[in-house]
T-cell receptor, first 115, second 113 residues
Framework: GENVEQHPSTLSVQEGDSAVIKCTYS??????FPWYKQELGKRPQLIID?????GEKKDQRIAVTLNKTAKHFSLHITETQPEDSAVYFC??????????????FGKGTLLTVNP | DSGVTQTPKHLITATGQRVTLRCSPR?????VYWYQQSLDQGLQFLIQ???????AKGNILERFSAQQFPDLHSELNLSSLELGDSALYFC????????????FGAGTRLSVL
């Protein structure tokens, strides 16, 4: 089955710096890659996603890049703020027909933004 | 608020017991997914239902079972509970369009003592 590796497991940056989180996936059939942010004790919330027919997508201070050949994708957060502190999860989805959209998650990155 | 409702928020029980977790998906969503989140394992996919039928299975133990009812709410049944089953259990739902945006509920925190 699909396997998603995520690095680093923890990341500490100063406010205003950029943060980059990287993920690799194993199954070349994966075609949808969302990123979720989870604050302590809260639910995971989708912050950005990318499909396999696109190489990059931006939404204000966050962007995601995808390299299908290398099977890796990355989350970039610019001008980090203390409220960006959370656990970030990448995921890969294999569409297996009908309505099957099983998400395989990476193990998460704890991002701490120091004021 | 994602529109996905999970009850109860917290559950404390003893080893060997059985519990039922409940999930109501967003209005109009036919797919429901169950995930287990523990400190050392991250978010683990358990099972997916679509319009009442099981569609995908992950690392779900035989002691666990789920179903989706005609009104589309879903229940996850956990039996013969062990200490290691203590975790956050999330339910998510998604629409039928191409993008697989999964919206998560607030989760049920299960503590097995």
């Amino acid at each position: 089955g699909e396997n998603v590796e995520q690095h680093p497991s923890t990341l500490s940056v100063q406010e205003g710096d950029s943060a980059v989180i990287k993920c690799t996936y194993s199954d070349s059939a994966s075609n949808y890659f969302p990123w979720y942010k989870q604050e302590l004790g809260k639910r995971p919330q989708l912050i950005i996603d990318i499909r396999s027919n696109v190489g990059e997508k931006k939404d204000q201070r966050i962007a995601v890049t995808l390299n299908k050949t290398a099977k890796h994708f990355s989350l970039h957060i610019t001008e980090t703020q203390p409220e960006d502190s959370a656990v970030y999860f990448c995921a890969a989805s294999i569409y297996s027909g009908g309505s099957n959209y099983k998400l395989t998650f990476g193990k998460g990155t704890l991002l701490t933004v120091n004021p | 608020d994602s529109g996905v409702t999970q009850t109860p928020k917290h559950l404390i029980t003893a080893t060997g017991q059985r519990v039922t977790l409940r999930c109501s998906p967003r209005s109009g969503d036919l797919s429901v997914y169950w995930y287990q989140q523990s400190l050392d394992q991250g978010l683990q996919f358990l099972i997916q239902y679509y319009n009442g039928e099981e569609r995908a299975k992950g690392n779900i133990l035989e002691r666990f079972s789920a179903q989706q009812f005609p009104d589309l709410h879903s229940e996850l049944n956990l039996s013969s509970l062990e200490l290691g089953d203590s975790a956050l259990y999330f339910c998510a739902s998604s629409p039928q369009t191409g993008r697989n945006i999964q919206y998560f509920g607030a989760g049920t925190r299960l503590s097995v003592l």
